[in-house]
């Protein structure tokens, strides 16, 4: 078998195993970016939360979580 095969081959097999990654972190990235808007939008309109507030909770987070932590201590 010649090398240039071989390589062709490789070449190709490589390129496959790239890109089914590269689509799968797309398609994974895109699935969360919708979760993310769908919620954002389900707190907006179900119960007037809107995107600051839910900033400002998600920035607050860590100290809520420390608060939470250190009551259990």
Do not use: C, Y
């Not at 070449?11 to 979760?35: M, P, Q, Y």
């Not at 954002?40 to 998600?58: K, P, T």
Request: glycine share 2%.
């Amino acid at each position: 078998m010649p090398i240039n095969l071989i390589l062709f081959v490789a070449a190709l097999l490589v390129s496959w195993l790239v890109f089914r990654w590269l689509f799968t972190v797309i398609k994974s990235t895109a699935t969360t970016g919708l979760t993310i808007v769908v919620v954002a939008l389900l707190l907006q309109f179900a119960f007037d939360i809107n995107s600051q507030d839910l900033l400002r909770e998600i920035l607050n987070l860590p100290q809520t979580f420390q608060d939470f932590f250190s009551k259990i201590r």
